[in-house]
Each structure stands twice: as structure tokens, then as C-alpha cells.
């Protein structure tokens, strides 16, 4: 089966615009999550969608974030206003189940996408 | 959640044998260990989950002592290809996932 697919890979953006990270979880699975890795730190919790609905999203660090998840297939995070210290690797996860009890494949990850704001 | 410790970086070299030992002193009755692969530009792998004694698979091994408070992920016979940084969780019904700054593992030729 096709992977957790991220896109684009790498953005390089100036500070103030407008970025729009995709991710393409696997089909079927309806738990999505993001998750983020800034520079010199831990890869950090952001959200988690079941279906098309946020059910925590307590780790998004500001409302300059906004995360979206149309008819409860792909999902879309945009940074609006990008700042500098957004800066960093963008994970996007899915699984069926939701919890570290997930079967024997837990969580599959994309590769995420690098933004970087200068 | 439960806090972990792991030595930050080992080192190996091909064909030899792997061990990285988690401390997790806290751990609570529900919580299941879970650990993950990240390699370079990509994001991390499930590689293995275990409650209690031993849990194995194609990629790897899990050693739970029975007070639960370390776990050791053993990697058999490691090539170059293993270098990677390797995350121990700990967690029970919970979706948000705690990584630490996990172990660098290189192995060199």
C-alpha cells in the first residue's frame, strides 16, 4: 500500500508570506496527525484529526496555524503569517487505531516537509 | 506520561550486535513501550511494541525486565544501513506521541 505522502518536500519562504504543507494519509486510515520538529529540538505533537474532525489540537503553537482535513481524506496545515521560528520539519502521521496500542505498525510517518523562513 | 532515558549516540560496527537500553522508571500499569527508527530526511518507523518479557520481529528484538522500569531494543547483526537515530516511548492509550532526543546509532564498516 501507498505510504503517508507529504508535499511539497522542502519550502523555502520569506518571512510574513503564506505556506501551505499537504499530507496524504493512507487510505483508510482515519486517525491523521501532525507533528513538528523545529530546529535543536524534540519532534513535538501539533494535532490529530479523526475523519474530518479535530479531536486535539493542543500542540499548535499559535492561530497563525491552521490545519484542515477535507471530507476526512488529506489534510492541509497552513502558516499564516510564516515567522521565523516556524522554521523546521513538518511530520504528518495516520493509523487506524489511535493509541501506542496500534497493532503491530503503529503510527506511519511521512517523510515531512522542510520549511524553512527567512 | 512516562519519562525515558537513552544514551544519546553509539557506536557499532557491521555484523555486530545492537543494544540500546531505555530507563523508564515511571512507567505506569497501562503504558506499552514502543520504539521508533528515524533515518536521515525521513520520519520516524515503527520498528517494535512490547508490554512485558520479550517481544521479536524481523527487524529487531524488545527485553522488558518484569518491573518494567528499562527496556532494551537489540538489534541483531547491524549493517550500514541501520545508522539511524532510534527513539524509546513510552505511552499508553495516548495519541500524542513523546520523543525524546533519541540515540544516534552509527555503524561503520
Known amino acids: 500500500e501507498a505510504g503517508v505522502t507529504q508535499f511539497p518536500s522542502h519550502s523555502v519562504i520569506e518571512k510574513g508570506q503564506t505556506v501551505t504543507l499537504r499530507c496524504d494519509p493512507i487510505?483508510?486510515?482515519?486517525?491523521l496527525y501532525w507533528y513538528r520538529r523545529v530546529m535543536g529540538k524534540e519532534i513535538k505533537f501539533l494535532l490529530h484529526?479523526?475523519?474530518?474532525?479535530?479531536?486535539?489540537e493542543s500542540g499548535m503553537p499559535n492561530n497563525r496555524f491552521l490545519a484542515e482535513r477535507t471530507g476526512g481524506t488529506y489534510s492541509t496545515l497552513k502558516v499564516q503569517p510564516a515567522e521565523l521560528e516556524d522554521s523546521g520539519v513538518y511530520f504528518c502521521?495516520?493509523?487506524?487505531?489511535?493509541?501506542?496500542?496500534?497493532?503491530?505498525?503503529?503510527?506511519?510517518f511521512g517523510s515531512g516537509t522542510r520549511l524553512t523562513v527567512v | 506520561l512516562a519519562k525515558t532515558t537513552q544514551p544519546i549516540s553509539m557506536d557499532s560496527y557491521e555484523g555486530q550486535e545492537v543494544n540500546i537500553t531505555c530507563s523508564h522508571n515511571?512507567?505506569?500499569?497501562?503504558?506499552?513501550i514502543t520504539w521508533y527508527q528515524q533515518f536521515p530526511s525521513q520520519g520516524p518507523r515503527f520498528i517494535i511494541q512490547?508490554?512485558?518479557t520479550k517481544v521479536t520481529n524481523e527487524v529487531a528484538s524488545l527485553f522488558i525486565p518484569a518491573d518494567r522500569k528499562s527496556s532494551t531494543l537489540s538489534l541483531p547483526r547491524v549493517s550500514l544501513s541501520d545508522t539511524a537515530v532510534y527513539y524509546c516511548?513510552?505511552?499508553?492509550?495516548?495519541?500524542?506521541?513523546?520523543f525524546g532526543a533519541g540515540t544516534t546509532v552509527t555503524v561503520r564498516a
Open positions: 502521521a495516520s493509523s487506524q487505531e489511535y493509541a501506542h496500542t496500534a497493532g503491530d505498525y503503529g503510527y506511519t
Open positions: 487510505s483508510g486510515h482515519d486517525n
Open positions: 484529526f479523526v475523519k474530518e474532525s479535530k479531536q486535539d
Open positions: 515511571n512507567i505506569a500499569t497501562n503504558d506499552y
Open positions: 512490547g508490554y512485558k
Open positions: 516511548l513510552v505511552g499508553d492509550n495516548d495519541y500524542k506521541l513523546s
